[in-house]
């Protein structure tokens, strides 16, 4: 897609993706085979005094000081329910100590966790779905973005509450654009245009170092053959039945990784890991002048927002742009977190904490969360809001993961996978493109490793694993 395309294309998508899925929408009241398929929302009004729960989240910073307003307001707003929030530190670290949990007992009544993790949390039978409570409260979905609910959906049933969604996006410095005769209105939006941005930052000795910073994160990769419309594995991306096989080795995958190996090798792009200490490097590149581009999530505008604004960096005029990716009819996935109600709390915590997963997903909320963090407005309602709307006019970048997740198709290669073995697969993803940048191995070897590596690992998972979703 041209540069001048994508805008036309936003506004004529939004109208249609606002309605497709409507088969979804109607279908996720219902509960899973086997799954808890009541919730016990009178326990709340039998409780005496104020019942007590606690959330587990792994929020940052701008994001970790807008969940606690939510929560402030949520907690003054009535007597039955007080939420306490304990942060624990990332998300991986939250299903870590969860996953412990499972033998001590030390849970939470709700926990966030990445969208990545909800098949191997669905397996651990320990989840109150939210179809459950909502098909008991008379709650619709419908208020939802289809994309977003798309995503949280196995086999039609919503199992965690959507909450905090993002998208990965381009951020970029207008001034080192600028600087290499590129318009700093117009980021690329194409892997071919941004080979040819950075070629141009480069031969213009705009940055420092190489002009891109590209993190090895094999999330990527399982979004850009979302733009092509392709699954990541088989049985519509895990979402009809378990995932068996990895199916990434087919001619996309493969220009996908000769497209990686290209830029390192030819200067144009520096990579660093997806964890670890260094996992902001491609955004601090930027800001110390390193590089000129990277791709990201959009929730870590709001504390981009702060750090810049403390003068720490004079020399960035920041742009955020779409994610770029190959030419397709699909589209980017919805990511971040998702809330899950835990089935092990009493009756009256878990319906307190059905209560408490409406609030953030009330308009008002949702507006609050979206300004003060980067993540997307997920009820139709909130982003058609005055306020939301005063917002992206004075911060069009804050407006570009919500334009991007409406322009697409709703499919199963969009949706995203649901794989138990996700940490496994992606593991085997990374050390495939790991091997290209440090060991030299062909796209084509890497690619193929990648995908027999993941197929083992998923089997491995399944065998030992029995499936939580019905």
């Given at each position: 897609?041209?540069?001048?395309?994508?805008a036309?294309?936003?506004?004529?998508?939004?109208?249609?993706?606002?309605?497709?899925?409507?088969?979804?929408?109607?279908?996720?009241?219902?509960?899973?085979?086997?799954?808890?398929?009541?919730?016990?929302?009178?326990?709340?009004?039998?409780?005496?005094?104020?019942?007590?729960?606690?959330?587990?989240?792994?929020?940052?910073?701008?994001?970790?000081?807008?969940?606690?307003?939510?929560?402030?307001?949520?907690?003054?707003?009535?007597?039955?329910?007080?939420?306490?929030?304990?942060?624990?530190?990332?998300?991986?670290?939250?299903?870590?100590?969860?996953?412990?949990?499972?033998?001590?007992?030390?849970?939470?009544?709700?926990?966030?966790?990445?969208d990545?993790?909800?098949?191997?949390?669905?397996?651990?039978?320990?989840?109150?779905?939210?179809?459950?409570?909502?098909?008991?409260?008379?709650?619709?979905?419908?208020?939802?973005?289809?994309?977003?609910?798309?995503?949280?959906?196995?086999?039609?049933?919503?199992?965690?509450?959507?909450?905090?969604?993002?998208?990965?996006?381009?951020?970029?410095?207008?001034?080192?654009?600028?600087?290499?005769?590129?318009?700093?209105?117009?980021?690329?939006?194409?892997?071919?245009?941004?080979?040819?941005?950075?070629?141009?930052?480069?031969?213009?000795g705009?940055?420092?170092?190489?002009?891109?910073?590209?993190?090895?994160?094999?999330?990527f990769?399982?979004?850009?053959?979302?733009?092509?419309?392709?699954?990541?594995?088989?049985?519509?991306?895990?979402?009809?039945?378990?995932?068996?096989?990895?199916?990434?080795?087919?001619?996309?995958?493969?220009?996908?990784?000769?497209?990686?190996s290209?830029?390192?090798?030819?200067?144009?792009?520096?990579?660093?890991?997806?964890?670890?200490?260094?996992?902001?490097?491609?955004?601090?590149?930027?800001?110390?002048?390193n590089f000129?581009?990277?791709?990201?999530?959009?929730?870590?505008?709001?504390?981009?927002?702060?750090?810049?604004?403390?003068?720490?960096?004079?020399?960035?005029?920041?742009?955020?742009?779409?994610?770029?990716?190959?030419?397709?009819?699909?589209?980017?996935?919805?990511?971040?977190?998702?809330?899950?109600?835990?089935?092990?709390?009493?009756?009256?915590?878990?319906?307190?904490?059905?209560?408490?997963?409406?609030?953030?997903?009330?308009?008002?909320?949702?507006?609050?969360?979206?300004?003060?963090?980067?993540?997307?407005p997920?009820?139709?309602?909130?982003?058609?809001?005055?306020?939301?709307?005063?917002?992206?006019?004075?911060?069009?970048?804050?407006?570009?993961?919500?334009?991007?997740?409406?322009?697409?198709?709703?499919?199963?290669?969009t949706?995203?996978?649901?794989?138990?073995?996700?940490?496994?697969?992606?593991?085997?993803?990374?050390?495939?493109?790991?091997?290209?940048?440090?060991?030299?191995?062909?796209?084509?070897?890497?690619?193929?490793?990648?995908?027999?590596?993941?197929?083992?690992?998923?089997?491995?998972?399944?065998?030992?694993?029995p499936?939580?979703?019905?």
């Amino acid at each position: 897609m041209t540069r001048g395309r994508i805008a036309r294309r936003f506004a004529a998508m939004v109208s249609a993706a606002l309605v497709t899925g409507a088969s979804l929408v109607a279908a996720a009241g219902a509960p899973p085979a086997g799954a808890a398929s009541t919730c016990p929302l009178d326990a709340l009004k039998k409780a005496k005094g104020t019942v007590q729960i606690t959330m587990w989240h792994s929020m940052p910073r701008a994001n970790e000081q807008t969940l606690q307003k939510l929560t402030d307001q949520f907690n003054s707003s009535q007597s039955k329910v007080k939420v306490n929030l304990l942060n624990q530190v990332t998300y991986d670290d939250t299903f870590t100590k969860y996953k412990s949990g499972l033998s001590s007992g030390d849970l939470p009544d709700i926990v966030q966790l990445q969208d990545t993790d909800q098949a191997q949390m669905i397996d651990t039978r320990t989840v109150l779905p939210a179809a459950a409570c909502a098909k008991a409260d008379n709650y619709s979905f419908s208020a939802f973005l289809p994309r977003v609910l798309s995503y949280v959906s196995i086999k039609g049933t919503v199992y965690a509450m959507p909450f905090n969604t993002s998208g990965s996006v381009l951020f970029y410095n207008k001034n080192a654009f600028q600087k290499a005769g590129l318009d700093p209105t117009q980021p690329p939006t194409t892997l071919d245009e941004v080979r040819s941005d950075a070629q141009k930052l480069k031969d213009s000795g705009a940055v420092g170092g190489a002009p891109m910073g590209l993190k090895v994160d094999p999330g990527f990769f399982e979004q850009w053959l979302g733009f092509a419309n392709q699954l990541f594995v088989n049985n519509s991306n895990g979402r009809q039945a378990r995932a068996t096989k990895a199916v990434f080795d087919n001619p996309t995958g493969r220009e996908l990784f000769a497209w990686m190996s290209g830029m390192v090798k030819d200067g144009l792009a520096e990579t660093n890991p997806d964890s670890g200490s260094s996992q902001y490097d491609n955004l601090l590149g930027i800001g110390n002048g390193n590089f000129a581009m990277a791709m990201d999530t959009s929730a870590s505008l709001g504390t981009i927002t702060q750090v810049l604004a403390t003068g720490q960096y004079p020399n960035v005029s920041l742009g955020v742009g779409p994610m770029p990716g190959p030419e397709g009819k699909g589209g980017v996935h919805a990511q971040g977190g998702e809330l899950f109600m835990v089935n092990k709390s009493s009756p009256a915590k878990q319906a307190a904490a059905w209560q408490f997963l409406k609030f953030l997903d009330t308009s008002a909320s949702q507006v609050t969360w979206a300004i003060g963090t980067g993540y997307i407005p997920i009820v139709k309602s909130a982003a058609a809001s005055p306020q939301m709307k005063d917002f992206w006019a004075q911060n069009p970048g804050y407006k570009v993961a919500f334009d991007q997740l409406l322009d697409g198709a709703n499919t199963p290669a969009t949706a995203g996978s649901v794989i138990g073995a996700y940490a496994a697969v992606k593991d085997a993803v990374r050390n495939a493109e790991n091997s290209m940048f440090l060991q030299g191995t062909s796209p084509d070897a890497a690619v193929k490793k990648a995908a027999s590596d993941s197929t083992a690992a998923m089997a491995d998972y399944n065998q030992r694993v029995p499936a939580g979703a019905g």
